[in-house]
């Protein structure tokens, strides 16, 4: 578990992004949002390493949202995309 301390540092390199950003405002952040979306924000040439983490094809709800178990060619072509 995160201090209060740990969790102010790591919440200040969280970012989103909603328009066309510079290096600066994406080296050294964890974007969290959907990673289709803030990907055409992103500088061009600016990635070294992208972790994404995919819904996995698992019915289950993670706070509000729910994800629904599709099939599998369904799910092929959304990680295809």
């Given at each position: 578990?995160l201090?209060?301390?740990e969790?102010?540092?790591?919440k200040l390199?969280?970012?989103?992004?909603?328009s066309?950003?510079?290096?600066v405002?994406v080296q050294?952040?964890?974007?969290r949002?959907?990673?289709?979306h803030?990907?055409?924000h992103?500088?061009?040439?600016s990635?070294d390493l992208?972790?994404?983490?995919?819904p996995?094809?698992?019915?289950?709800?993670?706070?509000?949202?729910r994800?629904?178990?599709?099939?599998?060619?369904e799910y092929?072509?959304?990680l295809d995309?």
């Open positions: 578990m201090s209060d301390e969790a102010q540092v790591y390199r969280l970012a989103q992004l909603h066309p950003a510079t290096l405002e050294d952040k964890t974007i949002q959907d990673m289709l803030a990907l055409r992103f500088p061009a040439n990635v992208l972790f994404a983490d995919p996995y094809n698992l019915s289950k709800t993670f706070h509000e949202r994800f629904q178990e599709t099939s599998l060619a092929e072509e959304w995309s």
